[in-house]
């Protein structure tokens, strides 16, 4: 059987799932009482002296669940790097070097600050930056290296790290997809010189649209505070008196009401996330691909179930989307490197990266279908 075939049943015929569901989507949140609960009382109480309240406390839940010590909420992980990489000064003329295969969210904040991506190959089994690559990339413009744990999966943090140290380069991680993936004891996102994550509607933890600042250094803190509030200190005692110019990347009070109910449900979300993947990995375990790994030492929050179909194997994977939506099955594209799109000069010496997107995609994953797999009585 071929593999398309295959990777329909699993989806279509174990144990009826399908006829339990009028659609498997891709992704979708898990809101229960309590989000709901919170957000109503954030429409109907969170206002003047309260209007922080859902959002403070919402930063102190997620700092203490990544032990870092200061986190700031954001509208989105976009506003939450661009903020970071302005930070640290990035400014025209500089260089940021990221993975070549990744989505444009995390590119786009270092051409707002009229600095240039570089971007450099990814490794074969995680998908994400090669150390080697980035080093060898590294000139006297490159002002920062950019760590993308793509779909959960880790970076090789201790080469980067020790690139980052002998270079005098930091080391940025956008975490953005990495919420419950966890480096030798240390949360993604925790050990660069900021962290940045994303709460939109597909991510295991959602407020809708939102993301999350994070960091260790006071003085990296302090600056992307005074950002985020249009350019005011917090020293600042004139009232509507900015000190520099600054952004509005601010969540909303209900945002983070919400994402209070889900902190309070974060085991219990990534557990689901991880026993969805465990599902796909134990019906795949005899067909020719690869899914993401889980090295000795780390765990993967795998927010994103993907499979890489090995090399030289027939494979198509519009036909096998195709084949999917007919079935009333959802799937995603697995990323394109960045450097084939327009605005980007093209990079094709990047051959993992240039070679892995034909041969790949993401399966549906979402809490309400892990749970129809434990009610198919299906091991989940």
């Known amino acids: 059987m071929s593999q398309t075939g295959c990777l329909r049943i699993c989806l279509l015929n174990l144990s009826g799932l399908q006829k339990k569901m009028d659609k498997i989507y891709y992704t979708k949140p898990s809101i229960t009482e309590l989000e709901i609960r919170y957000a109503a009382d954030a429409a109907v109480n969170g206002w003047g002296e309260k ?3 859902y959002i403070y406390r919402f930063e ?11 986190a700031i909420a954001t509208s989105s992980c976009t506003g ?10 990035i400014d025209a003329g500089d260089e940021v070097i990221l993975a070549d295969t990744n989505w444009i969210a995390s590119a786009a904040p270092i051409t707002y600050l ?3 991506p570089v971007f450099v190959d990814v490794l074969p089994d995680t998908w994400c930056i090669d150390p080697q690559k980035a080093e060898v990339a590294i000139t006297p413009k490159t002002k920062a290296i950019i760590a993308v744990h793509l779909y959960g999966n880790l970076c090789e943090m201790d080469a980067l790290l020790d690139i980052g140290h002998r270079h005098s380069i930091p ?4 975490a953005a997809e990495a919420i419950g993936s966890i480096y030798h004891g240390k949360r993604a996102g925790s050990m660069g010189v900021f962290g940045t994550f994303s709460f939109h509607g597909t991510k295991t933890l959602t407020t809708g649209e939102g993301g999350m600042f994070v960091t260790n250094d006071d003085a990296i803190y302090e600056k992307v505070l005074t950002f985020s509030n249009h350019g005011r200190s917090r020293s600042q005692t004139k009232q509507f008196w900015p ?7 601010k969540m909303s009070n209900i945002q983070a009401a919400i994402g209070c109910g889900q902190m309070e449900r974060i085991d219990d979300l990534i557990a689901g996330k991880r026993r969805i993947f465990a599902y796909y990995a134990e019906h795949f375990r005899n067909l020719p691909l690869k899914m993401n ?5 780390m765990t993967n929050g795998y927010w994103m179930p993907t499979i890489v179909v090995d090399e030289g194997m027939p494979f198509n994977r519009e036909n096998l989307l195709t084949a999917f939506k007919a079935d009333n099955i959802d799937g995603r594209v697995f990323f394109w490197p960045l450097s084939m799109l327009s605005m980007f000069e093209a990079k094709p010496e990047n051959f993992v990266g240039y070679g ?5 995609i993401n399966l549906p994953t979402y809490h309400d279908l892990c749970g129809m797999f434990w009610d198919s009585k299906v091991m989940c």
């Not at 000190?243 to 990347?249: H, L």
């Open 293 to 297: 790994p889980e090295p000795v030492g």
């Open 80 to 89: 939450a790097l661009h903020m970071g990489l302005a930070a640290l000064g």
């Open 243 to 249: 000190d520099m110019i600054g952004f509005k990347y």
């Open 171 to 174: 080391i940025i991680e956008d």
């Open 60 to 70: 102190n839940l997620f700092k203490k669940h990544l032990d870092v010590k200061y």
């Open 114 to 116: 009229g600095a240039k």
């Open 51 to 53: 209007c922080y309240d």
């Open 356 to 360: 892995l997107y034909e041969r790949a």
